[in-house]
């Protein structure tokens, strides 16, 4: 199971960190992935991190303002989101999957957590 937590309402240009806990199982052997999806509009990916932390991926609009990270003695993945702006307005999901460098592709992710509302004020 993997729960969300810290999003919240923030001014443009603000930071956020969001943070995924897993619990029922180690997310160890796992890549992580952050999704999100705004009103209106389809899920999409906003970046992975493989199963050691070594290697990430973002989606073109959150590079150099978003970051992944991972503790996998604590079970945690965490996604730090700076500089944000009125678009990045989502409900933001983390997910696991057994793809080992993670993927791009909703359907390779297993599990998901119930989502944490992030909303950026002008």
């Known amino acids: 199971q993997l729960t969300e937590s810290g999003g919240g309402l923030v001014q443009s240009g603000g930071s956020l960190r969001l943070s995924c806990a897993a619990s029922?199982?180690?997310?160890?052997?796992?890549?992580m992935g952050w999704f999100r999806q705004a009103p209106g509009k389809e899920r999409e990916l906003v970046g992975f991190?493989?199963?050691?932390?070594?290697?990430?991926e973002y989606t073109e609009s959150v590079k150099g303002r978003f970051a992944i990270s991972r503790d996998n003695t604590k079970n945690m993945a965490y996604l730090q989101m700076n500089n944000l702006k009125p678009e990045d307005t989502a409900v933001y999901y983390c997910a696991s999957t057994k793809v080992f460098y993670g993927s791009h592709e909703m359907t390779d992710y297993d599990v998901w957590g119930q989502g944490t509302q992030v909303t950026v004020s002008s």
């Open positions: 991190i493989m199963w050691s932390g070594v290697s990430t």
């Open positions: 029922g199982g180690t997310i160890t052997n796992y890549a």
